[in-house]
């Protein structure tokens, strides 16, 4: 079975003066937009202080990042898939929106941890390519995933407004692990 | 009733954020730093000929004392506690910088020097270098680097003294080698191999030349 997420629930009709209310695409870009700056002005006002957490059985916060990141790649992957079982453009089982919802949010908790440490540890540092779109990538990407998450709470959105939003949230995410984890094994070595 | 999933997951993020971002806070440096700052200051400086322990100045052509930009040049020296080198070059209103002791420990720090002469350089590995450019002669500052703070004085280098680089790749390994030739001839260097940072072979300062497991290289003067 499947089901749209952005179908009205019957019991619930939203009142008809709501339903073209800006707020509802406004609110979720304003929130976004702050999420994004106010993510790169902290990371660009506070001094980088090198240190932070670790975790045992790492041999750096590098390698730590570095498999955390992987592993909300992995589930970003899931995401994707789980979507298209949602929309039902893959055959999926009953609770592919479950496995979507879930997915995503470990996908989501998992990259916390890697940004607090880029932004307190590092920075937003702009000395070569790959640091400064890994930079901005990572502003924009907790920012459009907050949009994400609002838009969420809305009903009768556009048809393509979550994938779409989705999709920029994977790409970013896909994006910020090229220029991070991929880079540290590719120079490191993939080791933990 | 407006689904709360969504809402409770950036709640739940924010939370988690904030919670590691307070313990690094109140954790504060101590956690990285303590097992290896033992081991630094019973430096013995790997293989070296020169005489060391006293940095003999540099003769400095034209301290140019404009305000406005800050003159390109590289500096050189060791911290005060003598267990590391720490060498900058500036072009252009950028800094590159190194800092290393010659056995494991070395950080390559980039960032802007403002126009008063400041500069704040961080590394990827996360270095901290705060320095302040003295009459355009020498550079006083401090390296923060795995928790512990260094203060250094880098005189104006001219070549061949400086900040040298070279990178190769021999029989399958990355090799990655930074030296800091101070003006008394001195030199500081580390070679990482695939990640493992050992002490470096002496480099010929004139021609940048240097042996590298059997692999003849040529380093490079750095620029930022």
């Known amino acids: 079975m499947t089901a749209d997420p952005n179908a009205a629930t019957q019991a619930f009709p939203p009142p008809p003066h709501r339903r073209d209310s800006p707020a509802r695409y406004l609110v979720p870009a304003l929130v976004a937009a702050a999420v994004a700056v106010g993510l790169g002005v902290y990371g660009k006002v506070h001094d980088p202080t090198g240190t932070a957490f670790n975790l045992a059985g790492f041999s750096s916060t590098g390698a730590v990042k570095s498999w955390l990141a992987t592993t909300a790649f992995f589930f970003a ?4 898939v789980s979507a298209f079982m949602v929309y039902g453009k893959l055959p999926g089982p009953s609770w592919s929106a479950t496995l979507h919802r879930w997915s995503g949010r470990i996908a989501f908790l998992v990259a916390v941890p890697v940004a607090v440490h880029c932004l307190y540890a590092f920075g937003y540092q ?8 890994h930079s901005a ?7 459009a995933f907050s949009a994400k998450m609002l838009l969420l709470r809305s009903e009768r959105l556009p048809g393509w407004l979550l994938p779409l939003v989705g999709g920029l949230v994977f790409t970013g995410l896909t994006l910020l692990w090229l220029t991070s984890a991929l880079w540290f094994f590719r120079t490191f070595g993939v080791s933990t | 009733m407006k689904r709360p999933g969504p809402l409770l997951t950036l709640l739940a993020g924010l939370v ?3 919670f590691m971002l307070t313990l690094n806070v109140t954790s504060g440096t101590k956690t990285a730093s303590s097992s290896y700052s033992e081991a630094s200051p019973a430096a013995s400086p790997s293989p070296k000929k020169s005489a060391p322990a006293s940095p003999t100045p540099t003769v400095t052509p034209s301290p140019t004392p404009s305000k406005s930009a800050v003159p390109n040049a590289s500096y050189a020296g060791r911290t005060d506690d003598d267990t590391a080198s720490v060498a ?3 072009r252009d209103g950028k800094a590159v910088a190194y800092f290393c002791d010659g056995r494991y420990k070395e950080a390559w720090l980039r960032g802007p020097v ?3 002469g400041t500069m704040k350089l961080t590394a990827p590995n996360g270095a901290v270098l705060d320095g302040k450019l003295q009459q355009g002669t020498k550079i006083r500052g401090t390296v923060k680097d795995e928790g512990r703070k260094y203060a250094f004085t880098a005189d104006k280098a001219v070549k061949p003294s400086g900040l040298w680089r070279a990178t190769a790749k ?3 390994a990355k090799i990655d080698g930074g030296w800091i030739v101070l003006p008394n001839g001195r030199q500081t260097g580390i070679v990482t191999r695939d990640g493992k940072a050992a002490a470096a072979p002496r480099i010929d300062p004139e021609t940048g030349a240097v042996t590298v497991d059997g692999q003849q290289l040529t380093a490079q003067p750095v620029t930022p």
């Open chain 1, 77 to 80: 992957l899931v995401q994707v």
């Open chain 1, 126 to 133: 702009t000395y070569s390519t790959r640091v400064m779109w």
């Open chain 1, 137 to 143: 990538l990572g502003c924009l990407f907790f920012g």
């Open chain 2, 16 to 18: 988690l954020g904030l």
């Open chain 2, 88 to 90: 900058v070059t500036i």
């Open chain 2, 114 to 116: 403002a126009d008063d």
């Open chain 2, 170 to 172: 021999v029989r399958g």
